[in-house]
């Protein structure tokens, strides 16, 4: 991000070494026009700066379970601490949706996914506005729920509350008495939707920690293999959090989008004969949202392959 502001002070620079040259009016100008351009380009960065700290600090806001010691969102409470106990799981953590006190994994995977693409494709300029450790935190929050949704091969907890019972009650989570019901997938019960979107935002995970924190980075892919595998296999439309997020697109841009950062991830050739032979599958859209991934799978392929 402070690549206008180098360029700026080059100017700069340059315009001193070409005053050999020019009058003094004319020296004159160019400084002052250059010391401006260079101004103008450090507030436009401090902005971007600011914009994008306020942007990851939102994820804090957002946060369930047990806040740590680091927290910077300091009105935010510990909630949601017993969430999995029904079904003797831990299911403590991950982010609320929208402005209410459900957790609506589908969602967070997708919302994963792109903070994982941003901290990879972006990772020189994120860190040197300093807030790359802030975005592998806030990821890692989200990855970390993700990992104990998955409790075994073919088992997947999606949702963490009742949205009807909660829209109905407008409290904060630190104070919520509304139902923690679970919801999952299984083999006998599937949802590709939710199981390929949780592979794909694992696999890019397993990007962003790679040179960071190997052993966490393996743990990450193991798992996305696994869900990638129980979502192809176990083919069958997610419906457990509608109304609120329905599956209008169907599951195959999950499966898709799920492969490619598999293949991203590892390199590994039977991803990408998995993504051509289902090429059909894809096609032109309007959209790329957390119902339709096609847009974000084209982006990454054309990257790969042009």
């Not at 450090?42 to 369930?64: M, P, T, W």
């Not at 083999?187 to 960071?212: I, K, R, Y």
């Not at 966490?216 to 192809?232: I, N, R, T």
Request: aromatic content about 12%.
């Amino acid at each position: 991000m402070g690549r206008r502001l180098v360029w700026g002070l080059l100017i700069a620079f340059l315009c001193c070494a070409i005053s050999l040259f020019l009058a003094p009016n004319d020296l004159h100008r160019s400084l002052v026009a250059a010391t401006n351009h260079a101004q103008k380009d450090h507030h436009v960065n401090r902005a971007y700066n600011d914009a994008l700290s306020k942007a990851i600090l939102f994820f804090e806001g957002q946060r369930s379970g047990k806040l740590p010691a680091d927290q910077r969102v300091t009105w935010r409470g510990d909630s949601a601490l017993a969430d999995g106990q029904p079904d003797n799981v831990n299911l403590v953590g991950g982010y609320y949706d929208a402005g209410d006190n459900v957790k609506f994994g589908w969602t967070m995977s997708y919302t994963t996914s792109l903070l994982c693409w941003a901290a990879i494709e972006y990772r020189q300029q994120i860190t040197s506005a300093g807030e790359i450790e802030h975005l592998r935190q806030a990821i890692r929050w989200a990855t970390d729920f993700l990992l104990r949704s998955h409790t075994s091969s073919t088992t997947f907890y999606t949702q963490v509350g009742d949205g009807n019972k909660d829209h109905s009650c407008w409290e904060r989570p630190e104070d919520m008495d509304t139902p923690r019901t679970l919801y999952k997938i299984t083999s006998q019960n599937p949802g590709s939707e939710a199981a390929g979107d949780a592979a794909a935002a694992l696999a890019a995970a397993s990007m962003v920690f790679e040179h960071v924190d190997a052993a966490y980075s393996s743990k990450l892919l193991q798992h996305a293999k696994q869900l990638f595998e129980f979502a192809d296999k176990y083919r069958g439309s997610y419906g457990a959090s509608c109304p609120f997020y329905c599956s209008y697109s169907g599951y195959q841009d999950e499966l898709l989008w799920g492969a490619t950062w598999l293949y991203e991830a590892t390199g590994d050739k039977k991803y990408h004969g998995y993504l051509t032979s289902n090429q059909g599958w894809s096609g032109s859209v309007s959209e790329f949202s957390w119902d339709n991934k096609l847009a974000g799978v084209q982006t990454l392929l054309a990257k790969v392959t042009l």
